[in-house]
């Protein structure tokens, strides 16, 4: 284990931005931390989390895929992707590192989807371990270690200053590259303040969220069940929740015709718009219980279905704090399937 | 601190449950954490006495709810409306948009609701607890021994700080007393962006608005956002958008939404309350609104129905195109 002190924290980021694009989260003028591009002077964001989550690192928002220009009976296809350089994403929480996993195995899987691919490759994660989890966290339900997030290097922070553990090949030889700025230190400082988050995570209100209802194979359970008439009743229909959400990597790829040429692209869709998935047939969920039902089977029975039990929900909270109707998926676990304790 | 409590509303749904006036009620559904509020219908006295809450955070706004569920549903609506929603109400009502005889409005006086981001700035995160005490928000967070109090006027919403009405425009029964229409703040902030430089300006709305992610809960929650279709993702309408243009959304949906609802938008601010990115978006709305004051005379949607609203009527003594465009000029 490494350690940095916090006067040489502002160094550390310099000499990282020296060979990378480093990214990390940054208190807007209202006070809410979105990822920012590291510059001289940059200040590293307090909050437990970002507003947004870090998925667009890999899966952003909307990216250009190709071009192409017909001419009488020819076309001429043209490869446009961004290329994006070597990246840093640093202070990346234990949560949203697990979702890098879940949007691998949708992505890196064959067909592999070679934008994802290429940036994967390119970014580093530095992983930070929480020491505030808040009131809407519930991590633990899905396995995930605040105190401890995986990630290509760890890093917890004291009041001391970093403390950073490399747990891949990328993160050695990114540690490797700071070794002038770190000092070998021993484990005690992280794991006193590891054991006092564990007591903290313990008290969470959500703490005891219980998973065992859904998992893979429970489709016919609970697919018709009467709670998503009522859970789903006032959704709005907006895409809040499948936008914050570091797991969601539902995508639409379209056409724009500029008029001399057609530019496709793809962007993140939503299971809770009314276009989501429509085909030549027409559309497949019609109603907005059936969209409302289909975001929450997906992360919870579908994905785990294929995905050796792994939840497609990380527990970050950001859809508890972000809905405009206060609906989300805790209230569906809760609800759906009845209580356990019923 | 709400006036009114819980149990008066819960035993005025329950009556009118009992009675068979109306069939299911339109009420505020406790969640996890005391301000996690699920607008939610009722239809029987169990689940009122259950789950019903009113407090703080019942900021959710139920009259474009009732486009969909007046349809739906057999038998009458009750519907609570503090004295905003009531605004939003008429105007839906105005346009049509639903059938007033299968709706049984109750209104409810409010006292302002608390913004959880601001209660969060005061107390700290983690909350598991909030209180509402004669002095403020009792907080009780994971971290403080003790609950922090955070008086209203610090944790009140903005658009509840520059509350422009206090006074229920429609209703069938009315619990507390008539309030006023109220002399406000609400277009400080529109007179300091008008006082800025164009290009400051645009800086600002450039800065606020390359935030938005498309989520579309702005025009979602929007109770002049009745379309059946929106354009905006209707694949035929050749204006379909499913992602931010470039980084800069002005281009297309924030601007055409507020000309859209120009002369219609009540000033509820439900769009500026459910933005996951917190972009001011009443500020777009409340533009329109002082400038159709300015030129067309005071007009506020919702306050009556069947009001013709200045921008889809003629008098004489309209101002013409061209001072518009002169003053447009002056400020570009």
């Avoid at chain 1, 808040?134 to 917890?156: H, L």
Wanted: proline share 4%; hydrophobic share 35%; aromatic share 10%.
């Amino acid at each position: 284990m490494r350690k940095c002190t916090a006067a040489n924290l502002d160094k550390l980021f310099a000499a990282i931005a020296e060979n990378a694009a480093l990214y990390l989260p940054v208190d807007d003028e209202k006070g809410t931390a979105q990822y920012k591009k590291w510059a001289e002077g940059t200040v590293m964001s307090n909050a437990l989390n970002t507003a947004k989550s870090p998925k667009d690192f890999f899966f952003p928002q909307s990216e250009d895929l190709m071009k192409f220009k017909t001419q009488g009976k020819t076309i001429e296809l043209t490869d446009i992707r961004d290329e994006k350089e070597d990246f840093v994403v640093f202070g990346v929480r234990a949560c949203d590192v697990r979702s890098f996993d879940i949007l691998d195995r949708v992505f890196l899987v064959d067909p592999r989807d070679s934008y994802y691919a290429s940036r994967r490759e390119k970014g580093v994660i530095v992983s930070l371990a929480c020491s505030k989890p808040t009131e809407t966290c519930f991590c633990s339900a899905f396995g995930i270690d605040a105190t401890n997030p995986a990630g290509d290097v760890t890093a917890w922070k004291t009041e001391e200053g970093f403390f950073f553990k490399a747990n891949t090949e990328k993160g050695e030889k990114l540690m490797a590259s700071l070794e002038g700025l770190t000092e070998e230190c021993t484990e005690e400082a992280v794991e006193a303040q590891k054991a006092k988050t564990a007591a903290i995570l313990e008290k969470l209100p959500l703490a005891d969220l219980d998973t065992d209802k859904f998992g893979g194979g429970k489709t016919a359970e609970l697919f018709n069940d009467p709670a998503w008439a009522e859970l789903s009743r006032s959704c709005l229909g907006c895409g809040t929740c499948t936008f914050v959400c570091p797991t969601c990597q539902c995508y639409d790829i379209k056409d724009f015709n500029t008029g001399r040429e057609v530019i496709r692209y793809r962007c993140w869709d939503s299971c809770m718009y009314s276009e989501f998935t429509r085909m030549a047939h027409g559309n497949n969920r019609n109603s907005q219980l059936e969209r409302f039902r289909q975001r929450f089977m997906h992360k919870l029975v579908y994905y785990p279905e294929n995905n050796e039990g792994i939840f497609g929900c990380v527990g970050c909270g950001r859809c508890l704090a972000k809905c405009p109707i206060s609906m989300n998926i805790v209230k569906v676990m809760k609800t759906v399937g009845g209580k356990k304790d019923e | 601190m709400q006036k009114i409590t819980r149990e008066v509303l819960i035993e005025k749904a329950a009556s009118l449950l009992n009675e068979g006036v109306v069939s299911a009620v339109y009420g505020w559904k406790k969640g996890e954490f005391v301000y996690d509020v699920t607008p939610a219908l009722f239809t029987t006295t169990e689940e009122l006495e259950k789950e019903f809450v009113w407090g703080d955070f019942c900021g959710a706004n139920f009259s474009k709810y009732l486009v969909a569920s007046t349809r739906k549903i057999e038998g009458k609506i009750l519907v609570f409306l503090k004295p905003c929603d009531t605004y939003s109400f008429n105007q839906l009502l105005t346009e049509h948009r639903f059938d007033r005889e299968k709706v049984y409005a109750v209104g409810i006086p409010c006292e302002g609701m608390a913004d959880v981001s601001k209660v969060k700035a005061a107390a700290g995160e983690g909350i598991i607890a909030i209180e509402s005490t004669e002095e403020g928000l009792a907080v009780t967070t994971l971290y403080n021994d003790a609950p922090v109090v955070v008086p209203y006027a610090e944790a009140l919403a903005e658009r509840c700080i520059n509350c422009k009405s206090k006074k229920h425009v429609a209703y069938d029964e009315l619990i507390g007393e008539e309030g006023d229409v109220l002399e406000s703040g609400r277009f400080d902030q529109v007179a300091e962006l008008e006082a800025m430089t164009p290009d400051e300006r645009f800086a600002f709305w450039q800065n606020e608005l390359s935030k938005c992610i498309r989520c579309n809960a702005c025009r979602d929650v929007c109770p002049a956002c009745t379309c059946e279709k929106c354009v905006f993702n209707n694949p035929v309408s050749g204006a379909e958008t499913k992602a931010p243009m470039g980084t800069f959304e002005e281009k297309m949906f924030h601007i055409i939404r507020a000309f859209h609802v120009a002369g219609r938008c009540t000033d509820c601010g439900e769009c500026s309350r459910v933005c996951p990115q917190d972009i001011p978006l009443h500020l777009l709305n409340r533009k329109f609104i002082k400038d159709i004051n300015t030129h067309y005379g005071e007009y506020q949607a919702g306050a009556e129905v069947g009001s013709r609203a200045p921008l889809v009527n003629y008098t004489t003594e309209d101002v013409e195109p061209c001072d518009v465009f002169e003053r447009g000029d002056k400020n570009a």
